[in-house]
Each structure stands twice: as C-alpha cells, then as structure tokens.
C-alpha cells in the first residue's frame, strides 16, 4: 500500500503493460487516481479490466501512441483535463533481439514517447516522473552488488534507449529544477499477481526466462535451453537478481510518495532489485517444485551480450523510500505458475474492446 501523500493523481504511461498493470494496482489500492495511457501494441485491454476487477476502482484510458507525432496535440489536452500530479513512464519497446535489428524504431519510439510524455506533463504544470528504467543501463565490468554509481554502459540499442531516456531527465531536471525525477532500475522483473488474474503475456517466443520455464511447465514448449553453464558461477550457469513484479510494483508507489513529499526538484537513481542473485538452474529448480511439473532442458551456447552474474545493491531504495523486496522465490515461481495454469494463452488471441 502507498501512503496518502501529494502525489494523488497519475498518469501511467505503458499501464497495460506486465509492470504496468501491476504498477496500476498498487497505486489504486493506494487511494490514487490513474489516467492509463497505452497504445496496447504489446498489450491488452483485458489487463485493464482485470486491474479494474482487482482494485475495484475505475480508471481513465487513453488509447494513444506517445511516439506518434500527429497524436500529440490529443495527448496533451487529456493529459491537462485530467490534472496530474505525475507520471509513471512505462511506455516503449522492450526486446533486446529486435532493438539490435531495427535500432531506430526503438530511439523513435522509446525517446519519442518521453518526449510527448514530458511536453504533456509540463503544459499540465505536473513535473514528477517515475521512470522505468534498466539495470541493463550497467556495465559489464562491475563488482556485485551494483550501487547506483556503478559504471554505466548498455551493450544493446534497446539498453542505450533506457540510459539516454535517464539523461535526458537528468538534463530536463539541470534546465528547470522544479522536476522531480526519479529513474527506477529493475533488475530482473518475474512472477504475477497473487490473484492469478495479471501477468506477463509476451508475443511470440519468450526472450526472457522465467516465461520460457512456466511455457515449457505449461506444455506449451518442449524444452528450454539454458544459455551456457560454463560461466564463472556456484553451478555455471547465469546468475540474476529476479524480483517479484508485486515487489516492484510497490517501489513505484514508494518512489512516487517519496518524490512528492521532497520540497525542491531533484533527479534519483535507484535500484529495485532484492540483493540477492540466484542461477538459472536454481529458478528452474525452484519452478519444478512450485508447478510440480517436469521442465526439460538443454543445456546451449551462451547468448550474446550476457553477462556470468549480476544483482542490485538494494540499499538506496530502502534508506530513501523504506522499501524493500519482500517475496522469495518460491512467491515469484507460485505466483507466476498460478499465472500460467490459469491463462495459458494469455490474455488470449482475440484483444477485446475496452
Ligand atoms: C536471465 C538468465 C540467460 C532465457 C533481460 C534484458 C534486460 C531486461 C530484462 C527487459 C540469463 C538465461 C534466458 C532462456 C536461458 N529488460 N536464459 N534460457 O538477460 O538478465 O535481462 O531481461 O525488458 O534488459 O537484457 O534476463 O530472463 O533474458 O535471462 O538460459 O531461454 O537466463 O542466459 O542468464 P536478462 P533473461
């Protein structure tokens, strides 16, 4: 739950999405009112609803694309009628494998979208932004656990996008000091809501893990492949800190709180992640005795751009904002398997109408 504070009106820019429709819930169980802005090009309406079934409270949709230049005048005139008091900014493409074959569809889109979104949040006189940023924004050389000053450098377009949108708030925020911004960097972001009702629904063949594992459970796949197990690792294969999307969802909410209670405008860093990394082969494990099903697997090259082992230093979160991950991996494999049992394709083909 997110305390009562100044920041009680949002725009939620990407609300359909995995992160964002739990971002949605959070934030509505708060006592906080939404203005969803989302194309649903990897989303559904669907989500919506159920986010509406979940908290029982309504919320106002608007079905734009932030990148497309010609929608821009509708975006800003319903981004000033609903009167905000700040953004989460969820919107934009999200594949590693498809920014590096088509590069400039992702700064198009990822930093087009921003830049909408901050013109909209400026005219309305709302300057407070949460954005979904990347623990993908760190180089590959740091020791673990990574702080917030780590060395940075993203080794894929789409990683480059979430960096240059986080210095492009840094700049926003030197130019004018009333913003207030703070640039989230999730690390690994897995499971569903407790409900069974939310989750992620990704198109075509996963890229990510933990949806490849429950897709194979499920029956959907045959087997996954593990990208290498010859790294320097307890058992050689990768190893990543993987945080419960509710957990996750909650730190927007404390971020938001945190920022809206600050007097003067100031630019944050902060990561969400819980501190702790675990291996590909222990969140296989760890899925095996949540779904009780077997999950195959080979073991395959590894994957371009990957690195052994990465996971946050947690603490900034904790001593600014007084969060911190609370579900094990246990909640995240349970929660993520109910998900799938439940939905297994999805959100379904046929995208209704909302
Ligand atoms: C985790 C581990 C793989 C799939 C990526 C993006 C990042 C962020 C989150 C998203 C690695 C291994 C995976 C498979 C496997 N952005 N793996 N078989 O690479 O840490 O982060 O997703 O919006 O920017 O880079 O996450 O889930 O893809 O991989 O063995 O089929 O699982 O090699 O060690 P990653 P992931």
Redesign the pocket.
């Known amino acids: 739950m997110t305390r009562k504070g100044g920041a009680q009106r949002i725009v939620v820019a990407g609300g359909a999405g995995y992160i964002g429709s739990h971002v949605c819930v959070e934030l509505l169980q708060g006592g906080k009112s939404l203005l969803v802005i989302d194309d649903f090009s990897n989303s559904s309406p669907e989500a919506l609803k159920r986010v509406r079934e979940i908290s029982g409270a309504d919320i106002e949709l608007l079905r734009a694309d932030l990148a497309d230049p010609a929608q821009e005048g509708a975006v800003i005139e319903r981004v000033a009628k609903f009167r905000p008091d700040g953004a989460v900014h969820l919107a934009g493409l999200?594949?590693?494998g498809e920014s590096v074959a088509e590069p400039m569809r992702y700064y198009r889109v990822n930093l087009g979208a921003t830049l909408t979104l901050v013109k909209a949040l400026d005219a309305a006189g709302a300057r407070l932004v949460v954005f979904s940023s990347?623990?993908?924004v760190y180089g590959e050389r740091n020791a673990n656990p990574v702080p917030e000053t780590g060395a940075l450098g993203p080794t894929?377009p789409?990683?480059r996008t979430?960096l240059f949108i986080e210095e492009m708030l840094r700049d926003l925020q030197r130019a004018d000091e009333r913003w207030k911004i703070c640039n989230l960097r999730?690390f690994?972001?897995v499971g569903a809501h407790a409900s069974g009702r939310l989750g992620e629904d990704p198109a075509g063949v996963?890229?990510?893990?933990?949806p490849?594992i429950a897709q194979v459970a499920v029956g959907r796949r045959a087997t996954?492949?593990?990208?290498?197990n010859d790294y320097p690792t307890r058992d050689g294969?990768?190893?990543?800190d993987f945080i419960h999307v509710e957990d996750l969802a909650r730190g927007h909410g404390a971020a938001l709180d945190h920022l809206a209670g600050e007097k003067k405008g100031l630019a944050l860093d902060v990561n969400l992640g819980t501190g702790r990394g675990y291996s590909?082969l222990e969140?296989v494990a760890a899925f095996k005795r949540a779904s009780n099903r077997d999950i195959p697997y080979e073991i395959?090259p590894?994957?371009e751009?990957?690195v052994a082992e990465?996971f946050a230093d947690a603490s900034l979160a904790r001593a600014l904002f007084g969060w911190r991950a609370e579900k094990s991996l246990d909640d995240m494999c349970a929660d993520h398997w109910r998900w799938q049992r439940d939905n297994p394709d999805g959100y379904g083909r046929l995208k209704p109408q909302s």
């Open positions: 999200k594949a590693v990347s623990a993908t894929n789409y990683g979430k999730y690994n972001p996963p890229n990510n893990l933990f490849y996954l492949a593990v990208f290498g294969t990768g190893v990543r590909v969140a395959a590894r994957r751009g990957d990465i």
